[in-house]
């Protein structure tokens, strides 16, 4: 036999495998058997809790809710290609819509809208939000119809705070469209509210625009006066480093081109015209250096092209002569002698070429000399203005850079000015606030379904605390988790009869259960059913003396010897439960007497002999810690096959572990919705601290539909009933 752990909820039901391992009862079935067990608490503080609602409800104060729907775009329509000073949003942005929202409930819309509406001079406004008007030093001016300053300040105060209180802003998922909700008694003032918060929305956010713009122009306004300033004072000192230097540079001649000085610009044409000189000095050298050869000059000279085609003339007549005549014929020598003279007058007019030629390279070679003195000069000349040209530079590189920024910031200065002149908005109504017709508050259903709710957890907290502070054992389940033994049976409660008048009718309920008890005894020893056990409970009138009765009468009926021993001699029950004399019994044989025979009774109809508890001793503790009481027992065992006691009850007394430390088990009767599990712990560790072997326990008085265990005892008990008014 196992003990099962104390913290699990385990079920005996009745089989031999269930002293081995107890099943677990699942979770919400034990949930289920709370709210059944305190059903009636429940649905009584659910009800109290929905009349409540109902109650508070039908004296709210109706109020009303107008709504206007405005759509808040990323960007404004873009009326021209220029920037204003806002930045831009992009569709990343997912900032921008969080503060567009923290921007509507802000106080200081609040404070416009009050302003705009004039709300802190409206009783009416503050009668709708019941507001006492005759609050001395608030409301209450020193005229009819004056107000201080300070009165209307705290006016406005009050104003803001009661509309900010009852706006609401609700965005639309999945679009930019935002919903403005305002509440208040009356449906009229709800409108104008509603409508007068989207407009100086509206308007606050232009105002930051034109203000952000405002602040923009001035910052540049200012800026521009110290950069036309800086840039006045670097053009002046280009100027007269200019004048002091004596640099003079001139526009370039392309767009774009940087201005350049009078010296670079003489340099490079006379780079240019000393390249020139030079190749026509090599060209003149050429020439001259060619010698007496035909040269270019004299080929290309007319004249003496002229002389040689005469001469080859009167050489071709001179050699047909000479194929005729001797060279001393007179036409002969008349032709060689104009072939002479046509010689020379080459030769003189090829002379003067040459003459020509020399005098061009000379000129040439003079003016390539003059050429590179002057370029020479101006090399000079331009390192030195290079040198004097740095300051110059650095002075114009000043003034250039000024110029840009004044140019750059005159353009932004236009630009903002028109932007902020257009006053584009990226916000607009939608869908103004229409005048609420029906009330938005208080609404009956989700105020009682609100009261269900509140009703539901209420019961459900106080349930949970009864639950820990009822420590009673309630269905069979808790028998194993409170006192570590199993469950050998669940006895059902009886309505009405004596236990020994129920008990006979063996197809009873009770009889049933008993019987299933004995059936599980023959697990908990190895040879069966103990030969001698005793019955004990917590506390008196818990049972225990009935299951004593019904153990012996069920062995009875299977044919074993069994006795009955009354063993609470401080309050016996025995020999009224069975109706037999109590002159003689177990006092007297723990007195000294031996004489067994005349201490037993039998007990006619039953089969079962039984020992009554016999005179009350003065100390019954006493005669039970002596030996008599084992030889009691053994001296009832050589003639009986089971010795049945029925122990006194553990707590306060200590007879029970007594007598359960010399018989071989001891069963435990428990009463549902009796003793606290602390208390059944305690009276079990006395036991178990005697040495007593506990073999189980029973569960008494069990009514199965008050604890709704969902075990199905009332078919199980009761089917012989049934079949008995159906054969009927």
């Known amino acids: 036999m ?25 979770l919400l079935l034990q949930y289920w058997r709370v709210v059944l067990r305190w059903k009636w608490l429940i649905v009584a503080i659910i009800t109290v809790a929905l009349v409540a609602g109902l109650i508070v409800t039908l004296f709210m104060t109706r109020q009303y809710t107008a709504v206007v729907s405005i759509e808040i775009s990323r960007q404004a329509d873009k009326i021209v290609n220029v920037q204003g000073v806002k930045p831009e949003v992009s569709s990343v942005d997912t900032e921008f819509y969080q503060t567009q929202y923290s921007l509507l409930r802000a106080r200081s819309l609040a404070e416009r809208v009050s302003a705009d509406l004039k709300l802190a001079e409206s009783a009416e406004f503050f009668e709708a939000f019941g507001v006492d008007m005759s609050e001395g030093g608030l409301f209450a001016g020193p005229r009819p119809g004056r107000l201080t300053a300070q009165q209307r300040e705290k006016r406005n105060k009050v104003a803001a705070d009661l509309l900010q209180g009852n706006i ?46 405002s602040y923009a122009r001035k910052f540049l306004e200012s800026r521009l006066a110290q950069l036309r300033q800086r840039l006045e004072e670097s053009e002046r000192k280009v100027v007269e480093y200019a004048a002091d230097q004596k640099i003079v540079n001139i526009p370039g001649n392309q767009e774009g081109a940087g201005e350049r000085s009078l010296v670079a610009d003489d340099l490079a044409r006379l780079n240019g015209e000393l390249a020139e000189a030079i190749a026509d000095r090599v060209k003149a050298e050429s020439r001259v250096s060619s010698g007496g050869g035909a040269t270019v000059e004299s080929l290309s000279n007319n004249a003496i092209t002229a002389l040689r085609t005469k001469r080859a003339e009167v050489a071709s007549e001179y050699a047909n002569l000479l194929t005729k005549f001797e060279p001393g014929y007179p036409a002969a020598a008349a032709l060689a002698s104009q072939l002479k003279e046509l010689d020379r007058a080459i030769g003189q007019e090829e002379g003067r070429v040459r003459q020509g030629t020399s005098k061009t390279y000379s000129d040439a ?25 740095i300051q110059y530079n650095m002075h114009q590189r000043d003034a250039d850079t000024n110029r840009q920024l004044y140019d750059a910031l005159l353009q932004r200065y236009k630009e903002i000015g028109v932007a902020g002149g257009i006053g584009t908005n990226n916000i607009m109504v939608v869908d103004p606030a229409q005048l609420p017709l029906q009330p938005s508050s208080p609404r009956l259903f989700l105020n009682l379904l609100i009261a269900l709710v509140l009703g539901a957890g209420l019961s459900a907290v106080s349930v949970l605390a009864l639950e820990q502070i009822d420590e009673a054992i309630k ?56 030969r001698s056990l005793a019955v004990t409970s917590t506390r008196a009138s818990e049972g ?108 306060g007394l200590a007879d029970a572990p007594l007598i359960g430390s010399q018989v071989e088990g001891v069963i435990y009767a428990v009463e ?19 040495n007593v072997n506990l073999l189980g326990a029973v569960l008494t008085k069990f009514d199965a539909k008050k604890a709704h265990f969902g075990y199905g005892y009332e078919y199980g008990y009761g089917y012989g009933e049934k079949d008995a008014v159906n054969a009927a």
């Open 2 to 26: 196992r003990r099962t752990d104390g913290d699990r909820a385990d079920i005996w039901d009745g089989s031999p495998s269930s002293l081995e391992e107890p099943r677990q009862i699942p």
């Open 168 to 213: 609401s802003i609700s965005p639309v998922r999945g679009s930019s469209l935002v919903e403005v909700r305002f509440t208040s008694p009356n449906p009229a003032l709800s409108q104008r509210v509603a409508n007068a918060w989207a407009n100086a929305f509206i308007a606050a956010n232009l105002d930051r625009k034109f203000d952000a713009s």
């Open 365 to 389: 070679r003079a003016r390539e000399i003059d050429l590179r003195q002057r370029v020479d000069t101006l090399v000079s000349s331009a390192l030195d203005l290079r040198r004097r040209s």
């Open 475 to 530: 269905d069979p389940s808790e028998v194993v988790r409170a006192m570590g033994v199993p469950n050998l049976g669940t006895i059902p409660a009886v309505a009405e009869g004596e236990p020994r008048a129920i008990l006979l009718d063996r197809k009873s309920p009770m009889a049933e259960a008993y019987l299933s008890v004995q059936t599980n005894l023959r697990f908990s020893t190895d040879h069966g059913i103990p």
């Open 544 to 651: 225990k003396s009935t299951t004593a009765y019904a153990l012996a009468q069920t062995l009875a009926r299977i044919g074993r010897s069994v006795i009955l021993v009354d063993g609470d001699m401080r309050s016996p029950s025995v020999h009224v439960l069975l109706d037999i004399p109590n002159a003689r019994g177990t006092s007297n044989f723990l007195a000294g007497e031996d004489d067994v025979a005349t201490m037993v009774v039998w007990v006619p109809g039953l089969g079962i002999n039984a020992m009554p508890a016999g005179p009350q001793p003065p100390n019954a503790a006493e005669l039970l810690n002596s030996s008599r009481l084992q030889l009691l027992i053994d001296r009832l065992l050589e003639t009986h096959d089971h010795v049945i006691i029925d122990s006194p009850p553990v707590l």
């Open 672 to 690: 549902a919705n009796g003793a606290r599990s602390s208390i059944i712990r305690a009276a079990t560790a006395r036991l178990r601290s005697a």
